[in-house]
C-alpha cells in the first residue's frame, strides 16, 4: 500500500475548506462530480448516487468531502500509520499515536487496515448527522476495543490513558498519575447498573441518555458541516 504524501492533511480541515469556497461560489459542483466520476486513484470509491442513498449527507456534501479525501491521498485509502500522522498535527503538545490507532479502528468497520473515502463517510455520517442513538452507537464501538460487545475498565482506562497521553503533560500540570484510572471508576459507578463489572451497549445508551452533559455534547455535532 503506498503511503500518501508528505503534503496529507486532516480530511475534516480539507474538506471544509471546500466546503466554504463552495458556499462562496468558488468551487463548481459540476468540475467536482467530473472529478469524483473520472477519477484515477487507485482505490475507486463507489458512486455518489449510492453513497448519497447509505449516508445523510447531500450530494454537493459528497462532492466537497471527496475533493478534500483525495486531496491529501491521492491513492483513495488510509492506513493506520497515515492516519497517526494526520491526527498527531491536532495534538502537538501530546502523544496522540495510541488515540488515533483507536479512533482508526472505528472508522476501518471491516477490518482491513486501511481506511476508504466510503468508511470515512460512512463514520462521519452517523457523527454528525445520525440520530442520538446512532452516535452512542458508534461511540460504544470504540470504547470496545475487542469488539465483543461489551466495555471493560482495562479498555476504558486504556482509552482515558490515550486521552491523558494526547492532551500532553503541560496540558494538566497537576494531574496525578492515578487520575486516568479515577475517571475510570467514576464511568463505572455510573454506567454499569447490574454490578457486573462490564457495561453493555444497553447500560451505556441509557446512562448517556439521562446524563444532560453528555446530550448536550451531542448536539454539538449537529452544524459541524
Known amino acids: 500500500m503506498n503511503r ?21 461560489g468558488s468551487l463548481s459542483p ?33 462532492q466537497v468531502l471527496y475533493r478534500g479525501f483525495k486531496n491529501e491521498c491521492p491513492s483513495g485509502i488510509v492506513n493506520e500509520e497515515n ?12 502523544d496522540s499515536s495510541t488515540y ?8 476501518d468497520t471491516n477490518h482491513d487496515g486501511s481506511v476508504s473515502f466510503e ?16 452516535r452512542l452507537n458508534w461511540a460504544f464501538n470504540l470504547y470496545d476495543l475487542n469488539k465483543d460487545g ?4 482495562e479498555e476504558m482506562l486504556d482509552i482515558m490513558k490515550s486521552i491523558y497521553d494526547m492532551m500532553g503533560k503541560y496540558t494538566y500540570p497537576a494531574l496525578r498519575e492515578e487520575a486516568p484510572r479515577e ?10 447498573r447490574n454490578k457486573d463489572g462490564v457495561v453493555t451497549i444497553e447500560e451505556f445508551i441509557e446512562s448517556c441518555q439521562k446524563d444532560e452533559n453528555i446530550m448536550r455534547s451531542m448536539q454539538l455535532f449537529d452544524n459541524v458541516i
Open 100 to 107: 488515533a490507532t483507536f479512533l482508526f479502528n472505528a472508522f
Open 83 to 94: 492516519f497517526k500522522q494526520i491526527y498527531s498535527q491536532f495534538f502537538p503538545q501530546g
Open 4 to 24: 500518501c504524501p508528505r503534503r496529507c492533511r486532516s480530511p475534516l480541515g480539507q474538506a471544509a475548506r471546500s466546503l466554504y469556497q463552495l458556499v462562496t
Open 150 to 153: 461489551c466495555i471493560t475498565k
Open 30 to 62: 459540476d468540475s467536482v462530480e467530473d472529478e469524483f466520476e473520472l477519477s484515477t486513484v487507485c482505490h475507486r470509491p463507489e458512486g455518489l448516487e449510492q453513497l448519497q442513498e447509505q449516508t445523510k449527507f447531500t450530494r454537493k456534501e459528497l
Open 183 to 192: 475517571h475510570v471508576e467514576s464511568f463505572f459507578q455510573k454506567m454499569d
Open 119 to 134: 468508511d470515512f463517510v460512512a463514520g462521519l455520517s452517523v457523527i454528525l448527522r445520525g440520530t442520538v442513538d446512532d
